[in-house]
């Protein structure tokens, strides 16, 4: 079932004299490839995994955060797998499952994050080669945490795609 699009501040669409679709060319086809298109909106799957995180509480107590940014890139990115062609700008294009059930046993992790940011963190799924998670957080800002550190990968959900898909470099994050 999908409804809608609300018209979330979350995302910025191209300004004037900008370019004709949202995403950089190459993140346009990567994207196109995997099934987006303007306008996916599967909410029904998205509030699917908002129960899903919301009812997981760890052996620990510790439970995920859901709020509304996650929710709407879930329902325009979720369930795609994603991988961009040719070479990238510093690094590899990731290759990325958008799927937030890859972060069900990573609440503590991403509740530690969170205080660290002072906002709350929520995953958005996984880049598949290196098992680094993706996680968005209440303003819809987007991270990635792996074995290295954790990282910023930009202001919302498609400047965090161009990151990974172009190869562009994250910001690491430090205290």
Do not use: N
Not at 96 to 115: K, N, V
């Amino acid at each position: 079932m999908r409804s809608e699009r609300p018209s979330p501040s979350l995302f910025s669409p191209p300004g004037p004299g900008g370019p004709t679709t949202r995403f950089p060319d190459p993140v346009d086809a990567a994207l196109r490839s995997a099934g987006w298109q303007p306008g996916r909106w599967d909410i029904k799957q998205a509030e699917y995994w908002a129960d899903e995180l919301r009812g997981h509480t760890s052996p620990a107590g510790h439970r995920h955060a859901v709020f509304p940014a996650a929710v709407e890139a879930w329902a325009e990115f979720g369930g795609l797998r994603v991988a961009a062609k040719g070479p990238g700008r510093r690094l590899a294009p990731a290759v990325l499952h958008l799927d937030p059930l890859h972060g069900l046993h990573m609440a503590r992790t991403l509740g530690d994050l969170g205080r660290a940011l002072d906002t709350e963190v929520c995953p958005l799924g996984e880049e598949t080669d290196s098992r680094a998670l993706l996680a968005i957080d209440a303003e819809g800002r987007v991270y990635t945490l792996d074995h290295t550190g954790d990282w910023y990968l930009g202001p919302h959900i498609d400047a965090a795609l161009t990151t990974l898909l172009t190869g562009a470099s994250p910001t690491r994050l430090t205290t």
